[in-house]
């Protein structure tokens, strides 16, 4: 683990366009010129079907999510770029084969998957959202967890760091499929985690597991892991200087947060820690969590339905904008919004 707040190496990507740089081993996606415009949001997930058959599920929800991403508009000098979140749950290790014995609980009634299947899943919907897709829109996807409780209910050996570590190969195997089979440089893979910080003591990890993960993602990943959680705090658990290193503090970590609040209080607080660590932190995007009604969601609240009740909050362009309302060097490239699969 190295200092909160030192950041290794990081470069500007406002510039950059249609285009993959390497560096140090990183694969970096093309990302649109713009980097202050209210981008169309993607869809994003929670899995509960990991089905990677090669027409199965996961194919098929890329599929309806490339020919949805193909309508927006895209030209060579205006491309369409959207980054995707499957978010596969929390990590565990049942000593199954392949990548140690890891896999997740996922969202849906069969639970426990294997990290051999996690990564079929992604490749199958990276394969199908192409499939339905022009040579114009590029598209990052997020192979997601939580950091709920790891290595909960495990029956082998099973550490966050070696989580991180296993999840680090994942992403970049991932990776090298896309790239083996052409379906990269148009589809990059990426990591992510739901990295909550406002719930100690309620089973989500504190940040010395939290970190303990990331720094082994760090050790063994090529590509970007992005933070889609949140800069709430909590005493005795989380500090601004322990979010900003989980979410920003070694070469991979990318910041990605949650904007769900209708007031704006997530965006606050997130530039709030943002302030008080390390104000070159580069928000890459915001997400939200619509999950009731259908497309085209609506342009500022939204409802969401859930075990906490029924609610409004920000819709993705109000979710987005808050961000840019508070921090307006942030590139924000990008716009998505999760539900259960």
Not at 38 to 45: E, G, K, Q, R
Not at 138 to 155: D, E, P, Q, R, S
Not at 168 to 179: A, I, M, P, R
Not at 262 to 278: K, Q
Request: aromatic fraction near 12%; glycine fraction near 10%; proline fraction near 5%.
């Amino acid at each position: 683990m190295h200092a909160a707040g030192l950041r290794y190496r990081h470069f500007p990507i406002g510039a950059m366009l249609a285009i993959t740089l390497w560096v140090a081993g990183a694969t970096v996606s093309a990302t649109p010129t713009s980097a202050a415009t209210l981008p169309p949001y993607t869809h994003s997930w929670y899995i509960t079907n990991p089905d990677g058959a090669l027409m199965g599920a996961m194919y098929h929800l890329g599929y309806n999510d490339g020919a949805r991403d193909n309508t927006n508009p895209c030209s060579g000098t205006a491309r369409f770029i959207g980054t995707t979140v499957l978010d596969f749950g929390q990590i565990s290790n049942k000593g199954t084969a392949g990548y140690g014995g890891y896999g997740v609980y996922d969202f849906g009634p069969s639970l426990w998957d294997t990290l051999s299947v996690v990564e079929t899943a992604a490749r199958r919907y990276a394969h199908g959202w192409w499939d339905a897709t022009s040579a114009c829109p590029f598209l990052n996807v997020v192979v997601g967890l939580n950091n709920y409780n790891f290595c909960a209910l495990n029956t082998a050996p099973c550490s966050p760091n070696g989580a991180g570590q296993q999840w680090g190969y994942l992403v970049k195997n991932v990776q090298s499929d896309l790239v083996a089979d052409g379906t990269s440089p148009q589809v990059t893979a990426w990591a992510g985690g739901d990295f909550e910080t406002g719930h100690n003591p309620t089973g989500w990890e504190c940040a010395t597991r939290t970190t303990q993960f990331t720094d082994g993602y760090n050790a063994t990943g090529s590509q970007r892991l992005q933070d889609f959680g949140d800069a709430w705090g909590s005493t005795n658990c989380w500090t601004d200087s322990q979010i900003a290193y989980v979410t920003w503090g070694e070469l991979l970590d990318w910041p990605f947060p949650e904007s769900y609040n209708t007031n704006g209080a997530a965006a606050n607080r997130w530039n709030t820690m943002r302030l008080n660590t390390d104000t070159a932190m580069d928000s890459q995007g915001t997400m939200t969590e619509c999950n009731v009604q259908s497309d085209p969601l609506p342009a500022t609240t939204c409802t969401v339905s859930d075990s906490q009740g029924t609610r409004q909050e920000n819709a993705p362009n109000q979710g987005w904008q808050q961000f840019a309302n508070v921090d307006p060097n942030a590139s924000l490239l990008f716009s998505t919004n999760i539900k259960l699969q």
